[in-house]
C-alpha cells in the first residue's frame, strides 16, 4: 500500500467503502498512523475555526479499520492522538442527542445529527493489545462519526431527509442553515 497522506473529500466514491480489518500491526500500518496524524494537523492548520479531532483511515483512502482520537479535544495546541484499530461499538447506550458534527471530508457543510451520549468501544492499540473504552458527550459522537466512516457511512446520511439540520459554515466560523431543497436539488452531498 503506497504512502497516502492526502485527505479525499465528497465527491469521492472511495468514503462509501468498507473498510477491512487489521490482520498485524506492520511498520506500514505504524506509517499509516503517522500519515493520519499529520494529515490532519495539515488540515487543521489552514483553517480558522475548526479542529481535527480524529481521522478515519479512510479519509487518506486507505481502507482499514484505523481511527485516530486527539487526545485533548478541547486544546488545539494538543498535537497527540490515541489510536483505534479494528474499533467497534459494543454498546450504545444513554440518551439520543441532537449535536453539531462536521467532517475533514466534507468541506464547509454541517449536521445536526442525533447520536446515542454514551458508548463503550473495543479496539487494538499500536501494539496490538486490547483495549476497552467507554465514551461520552462529544467524545461518544467522535467515535460513532468515525467507526461509521469504517462502514462506509457518512454523517450527511444519518440526516438527509431532515430539512433544518444541514448548516454551512461560514467565513466568520458562525453556521448558518442551509437550504435543503437546494442541497437536495443541486446533489452536493450525494
Keep these: 500500500m503506497e504512502n497516502k497522506t492526502e485527505l479525499i473529500t465528497l465527491p ?3 468514503l462509501r467503502n468498507t473498510s477491512t480489518k ?4 506492520t511498520p506500514q500500518i505504524k506509517s499509516i498512523i503517522e500519515n493520519m496524524k499529520n494529515t490532519t494537523l495539515k488540515w487543521e492548520s489552514s483553517r480558522d475555526h475548526e479542529v481535527g479531532v480524529a481521522l478515519a483511515a479512510i479519509q487518506i483512502d486507505v481502507p482499514l479499520r484505523i ?6 479535544i478541547e486544546d488545539k495546541a494538543d498535537h497527540t492522538f490515541d489510536v483505534f484499530i479494528n474499533a467497534e461499538i459494543t454498546k450504545s447506550e444513554g440518551e439520543i ?3 453539531y458534527e462536521g467532517c475533514l471530508s466534507i468541506k464547509d457543510i454541517y449536521g445536526k445529527v442525533p447520536r446515542y451520549s454514551r458508548v463503550k468501544i473495543k479496539a487494538l492499540n499500536e501494539n496490538g493489545e486490547q483495549f476497552r473504552v467507554t465514551a461520552e458527550g462529544f467524545l461518544a459522537r467522535i467515535f460513532q462519526h468515525e467507526i461509521d466512516h469504517t462502514k462506509g457511512i457518512l454523517f450527511i446520511d444519518h440526516i438527509k431527509d431532515d430539512k433544518s439540520a ?3 459554515l461560514e467565513k466568520d466560523g458562525d453556521l448558518t442553515e442551509m437550504d435543503y431543497d437546494n442541497v437536495k436539488k443541486n446533489n452536493i452531498l450525494w
Design 12 to 14: 469521492n466514491k472511495h
Design 166 to 168: 444541514f448548516y454551512k
Design 22 to 25: 487489521v490482520g498485524l500491526i
Design 67 to 72: 481511527i485516530i482520537v486527539r487526545r485533548d
Design 97 to 99: 442527542v441532537e449535536d
